[in-house]
T-cell receptor, first 118, second 111 residues
C-alpha cells in the first residue's frame, strides 16, 4: 500500500544546530507539504512543493528550508535550530488538482516528528 | 485570504450523546472543505470532505457535516458518540491546493 513516512519520529537537538527532517511518500503525488502543529495554533504551513525542483514558502517559513530533487521526498531543514521551533512536524502529500478525477486536494498525512530544541 | 475558525477549544460529551463541532470559514470562491481527526500521538485522518453538490456529506465512523453557504459554516455532527471518538478535530478549507486549518477542537468523552 502507498504511504507517507517521516523520520525520525522523535528528535532532541541543541540550539544552533542544523536539523533535517525526512519525508517520503510512495503515492507518486506531485504536491508535498510541511506543517508544524502547536497548541492553540492548529497546523500551520511551513513550505510546500508542487513538483520536482519547485518550492514555495508558507505561512511560517522563517528559519526553515526545503528542496525537492525527486517526486518521493521533501526534506525539511532547520538551518540553525531555535527553541521556538520545538514543535510537532507533519508532512503531507496530494495529487495535483483534478488529476484522474481524484483527490480534489485531499492531503494524506505522515505520522509526525516531535522535535525538541534545547 | 482563506481562514477557518473553530470557536470551541474543548468540548466534553457523554458517551451516547449527540455531538456537533462548529466550523466557520472565509474563502472568496466555492470552498473545498474538510474535517480531519487526530488521535493522541497520531497523524491526521480525513473524516469527510465537501466539494460540491449535496450539502450534507457523510464520512467515516458515522460522522456527517453540513455545508451552509449563507452561514459560511461546515459543522460536524454525530448522533451518538463512542469513547473511541475522543480526539482532536480539525476543520480545513482548501485553496490553490493548500489547506488552511482551524485551531482544532479537543473532544473528551465521559462515561
Amino acid at each position: 500500500d502507498a504511504e507517507i513516512t517521516q523520520s525520525p519520529r522523535h528528535k532532541i537537538t541543541e540550539t544552533g544546530r542544523q536539523v533535517t527532517l525526512a519525508c517520503h511518500q510512495t503515492w507518486n503525488h506531485n504536491n508535498m507539504f510541511w506543517y508544524r502543529q502547536d497548541l492553540g495554533h492548529g497546523l500551520r504551513l511551513i513550505h510546500y512543493s508542487y513538483g520536482v525542483h519547485d518550492t514555495n514558502k508558507g505561512e511560517v517559513s522563517d528559519g526553515y528550508s526545503v528542496s525537492r530533487s525527486n517526486t518521493e521526498d521533501l526534506p525539511l531543514t532547520l538551518e540553525s535550530a531555535a527553541s521556538s521551533q520545538t514543535s510537532v512536524y507533519f508532512c503531507a502529500s496530494s495529487s495535483s488538482q483534478g488529476a484522474s478525477g481524484t483527490s480534489y486536494n485531499e492531503q494524506f498525512f505522515g505520522p509526525g516528528t516531535r522535535l525538541t530544541v534545547l | 485570504a482563506q481562514s477557518v475558525t473553530q470557536p470551541d477549544i474543548h468540548i466534553t460529551v457523554s458517551e451516547g450523546a449527540s455531538l456537533e463541532l462548529r466550523c466557520n470559514y472565509s474563502y472568496g470562491a466555492t470552498p473545498y472543505l474538510f474535517w480531519y481527526v487526530q488521535s493522541p500521538g497520531q497523524g491526521l485522518q480525513l473524516l469527510l470532505k465537501y466539494f460540491s453538490g449535496d450539502t450534507l456529506v457523510q464520512g467515516i465512523k458515522g460522522f456527517e457535516a453540513e455545508f451552509k453557504r449563507s452561514q459560511s459554516s461546515f459543522n460536524l455532527r454525530k448522533p451518538s458518540v463512542h469513547w473511541s471518538d475522543a480526539a482532536e478535530y480539525f476543520c480545513a478549507v482548501s485553496g490553490n491546493e493548500k489547506l488552511t486549518f482551524g485551531t482544532g477542537t479537543r473532544l473528551t468523552i465521559i462515561p
